[in-house]
């Protein structure tokens, strides 16, 4: 028979498993520059507001809205335009 603590530790084992799992593909979810979630990969858009989610590195490499450098060169990508405009204000 297994006893109420190593019931209680395989419980909280399984509930920790499953939150970390939840956790790693909630961070791997892409994101719109207004904070939406988007469920398609191949997305150039945002589902639900149309934000353009796809940006270029200088060297014309894809990245996403929320890279900062490049993928794929490193490059350090420019700021939103949205950025900028705040810093102005």
């Known amino acids: 028979m297994v006893s109420v603590v190593e019931a209680i530790y395989w419980i909280i084992i399984s509930v920790l ?5 939840v956790g ?4 791997a979810m892409t994101k719109c520059p207004n904070g939406h979630i988007v469920t ?6 945002c589902q639900k507001c149309g934000a353009k ?4 590195c200088p060297n014309g490499h894809k990245a996403e ?3 900062k450098f490049c993928p ?5 990508i420019n ?3 949205d950025e900028k405009k705040e810093e102005e204000k």
């Open 24 to 27: 790693v593909v909630y961070s």
């Open 53 to 56: 989610l796809k940006i270029f």
């Open 65 to 67: 809205y929320e890279d």
């Open 72 to 76: 794929k060169c490193g490059a350090k």
């Open 17 to 21: 498993l499953v939150v970390g799992i």
């Open 79 to 81: 700021e939103k335009k």
């Open 40 to 45: 398609n990969s191949k997305a150039e858009f």
